[in-house]
């Protein structure tokens, strides 16, 4: 009796070669749709599906497959002897080859189809065929892949399919299908946190290696929904590694927290502000962001981009060397010519003028990388050992906007502290950023103690405005606003301020000592603001 392969698949590539093969060794192909027209144009036989069912099509295409002629014939195991009996006794063959690649439905749920429309992107039958096969792969050559057909078609000239390749096989079956079930349960569900979590996954690339050079690592991308560093592109420089990835997608995240025009995407707890303080709404503004391990270094807001690096290589022009820069809008030729005075790993924005790229890549090993989306993730993700964390994104910026001293906040103060509280919530927690001209002068955070990195961040904050020459900065008056990720829970850091020069400071409230910090800038005539929300980051 010849030996049968069921080939059925969305995406071609590669099946010619494999169906030729098999059909020049005396296979019959089992074959359906528009896989079985697609090898008779190229002149391979093909028997129907219907012909072994003894079953139509039908339900528009829904019913094909789904008939014991065709699950028996794949599931039967060739060493039990029952089993064979059974396909005897009914007349059916076994089916020795299944080829199969699902629906697009990791494609189309991301096109905003309807939900009846996405719904018929669900393959029923495809799964069901794979995990029959995958289940018997010591008889059964389940393809999913046609990056596998070349290995097949010469372990099969060679008569030699090993036990291994079989098992490797099956074990991609089920690795797509519980990542297609994943897609389909979080697009019917839209659930916060379900009974299981769906994740979708799907391999970008790998990395040289992790966080420390002795660490594998790989990055893996939405496969069901689109994702700001799915969609980039590299113009130029070495390839990314584990450290880039994580930094560039703080310093996207930093950058873009202040709107992206390119997209329309307004700033980040807009919303907030518009309600609270309505006068001070943001609006789109230029930002720019430099991050080195994994925390901001420097982050700004300039009429123009040159203006806003500027303001931010002044913040930090030690920390930012080997450090990543994200912008929010377009790098001409002036800002790319200060970018190239330092070495950097990567610089990212929504784009480049020409001038700018040849400027840049003169830099050998320079990435430049050009994102056009603002994040949209609606959930983070954090392993641990025997799980995975998971929380909302902190895209809110205050629940309120409390003026809770007796000294009230000057206009003059009000944008500073809406910029310093968006600026902050990207600085490890405990973190502390002083605030002139919509610019961090100086940022401390990533301490146990909340103290030292206010010393540090204020320390740093006096000596910007000091040295940085190039920096139009309004006067020289010391940075007059300090921001908070959490509340205070001594007095020290407003008695810190205040020896500073600060005139106003934003924090969440929240601590059973918020009256000694209240005392306390009423003591030196400092106005502070609650606004009833934290911002840890761990």
């Excluded at 749920?109 to 794979?130: K, R, Y």
């Excluded at 913040?315 to 190239?340: E, H, L, R, T, Y």
Aim: charged share 25%; aromatic share 8%; with cysteine.
């Amino acid at each position: 009796m010849k030996k049968r392969a069921l080939i059925s698949v969305f995406y071609k590539n590669g099946v010619i070669e494999l169906a030729s093969f098999l059909n020049n060794c005396g296979w019959e192909i089992i074959s359906t749709g528009g896989t079985s027209k697609y090898l008779q144009e190229n002149n391979i036989p093909v028997i129907d599906v219907a012909q072994v069912t003894g079953f139509p099509e039908c339900l528009d295409g829904r019913v094909k497959t789904l008939h014991p002629a065709i699950h028996a014939g794949i599931l039967a195991r060739r060493d039990v002897q029952s089993h064979v009996d059974t396909l005897k006794e009914n007349n059916l063959q076994a089916i020795d080859v299944v080829c199969v690649n699902l629906y697009p439905f990791f494609e189309k749920v991301q096109a905003g189809l309807s939900l009846e429309e996405t719904v018929e992107f669900i393959d029923i039958g495809g799964p069901g065929m794979l995990r029959s096969a995958a289940k018997n792969f010591n008889d059964v050559i389940v393809l999913t892949d046609p990056d596998d057909y070349a290995q097949t078609i010469e372990g099969l000239k060679n008569g030699n399919v090993s036990a291994d390749f079989r098992k490797r096989l099956a074990g991609k079956v089920f690795n797509l299908t519980s990542a297609y079930d994943g897609a389909i349960a979080r697009f019917l569900l839209e659930e916060e946190y379900p009974p299981y979590l769906p994740m979708s996954l799907k391999m970008g690339q790998p990395l040289r290696y992790g966080e420390n050079s002795h660490q594998s690592a790989a990055l893996y991308l939405n496969a069901d929904r689109p994702g700001v560093l799915g969609g980039m592109k590299q113009l130029h420089g070495k390839e990314m590694g584990y450290n880039n990835i994580r930094d560039l997608d703080v310093a996207w995240k930093a950058a873009c927290a202040f709107g992206l025009p390119a997209d329309g995407t307004l700033p980040a707890g807009e919303e907030d502000v518009r309600k609270f303080v309505p006068a001070h709404s943001s609006g789109q503004k230029i930002s720019c962001a430099a991050v080195k391990h994994n925390t901001p270094c420097g982050i700004a807001l300039g009429g123009t981009l040159l203006e806003a690096y500027n303001k931010v290589f002044a913040c930090d022009p030690v920390s930012i060397f080997g450090g990543i820069i994200a912008c929010n809008a377009k790098v001409d030729a002036s800002v790319a010519a200060k970018f190239g005075e330092l070495f950097l790993e990567i610089v990212a924005a929504p784009d480049f003028d020409e001038e700018a790229l040849e400027i840049l890549k003169k830099k050998k090993n320079l990435r430049i990388i050009k994102l056009d989306k603002a994040p949209k993730e609606p959930y983070e993700y954090i392993s641990i050992d025997g799980g995975i964390l998971t929380q909302q994104s902190d895209r809110s910026l205050f629940d309120k906007w409390e003026v809770v001293t007796q000294a009230s906040v000057q206009e003059r103060d009000i944008a500073d502290m809406i910029f310093g509280m968006r600026a902050v919530t990207f600085v490890k927690s405990n973190a502390i950023i002083i605030v002139k001209d919509l610019a961090a002068t100086g940022i401390g955070g990533g301490q146990v103690n909340r103290i030292w990195p206010a010393r540090q961040a204020l320390e740093r904050g006096a000596s910007v405005i000091e040295s940085a020459a190039e920096i139009p900065w309004n006067d020289k008056e010391p940075a007059r606003v300090l921001a908070s990720d959490a509340f205070f829970p001594f007095n020290d850091i407003v008695e810190a301020a205040a020896a500073a020069g600060v005139k106003a400071i934003i924090q969440p409230g929240g601590s059973v000592n918020d009256k000694m910090s209240i005392e306390a800038c009423d003591k030196f005539g400092i106005a502070m603001v609650f606004t009833g929300k934290r911002h840890f980051k761990h």
